[in-house]
Structure formats: C-alpha cells, structure tokens
C-alpha cells in the first residue's frame, strides 16, 4: 500500500486537494482500472479497528473484482 500523504512530503497539499481530502483519516482506494474504488473516512465513533476492518473489505473487495 502506498503511503501518498505523510508528513514531511513536499507534495502532501497537491495530493490532498487532488483527492479532495478535507479530514484525516481518509483512506483513497484505486482499482486495477485507475479510478478512484472508495473514499473513507472514520463515520462518527467508528473505533480504529473497525476503520481498518471496513478498509480491508473494501480492498478485498477491489482485488476480487481485478481478479475477475
């Protein structure tokens, strides 16, 4: 997984504003395609765990449909 917005990277804001990242966490998920899968963001009192949970669905998800 790459790791696009980071502290201490000079191109974080043009990232952030590309994917239109307003709060963080925001997790950006591109398929095989080179669109934009999902956008999530932690919903309300989601713990972590949970938010990773969810991600890791998603990207599941994302990587049976390449696979298909």
Do not use: C, M, Q, W
Request: net charge negative; proline share 4%; charged share 30%.
């Amino acid at each position: 997984h790459t790791l696009a917005l980071h502290e201490g990277n000079p191109g974080e804001t043009k990232v952030a504003r590309a994917f239109r990242v307003r709060v963080y966490p925001t997790v950006v998920v591109i398929g095989a395609d080179g669109a934009v899968a999902a956008t999530e963001r932690v919903e309300g009192e989601e713990t972590p765990e949970a938010f990773v949970a969810r991600i890791e669905k998603i990207v599941r998800d994302e990587l049976a449909r390449a696979g298909s």
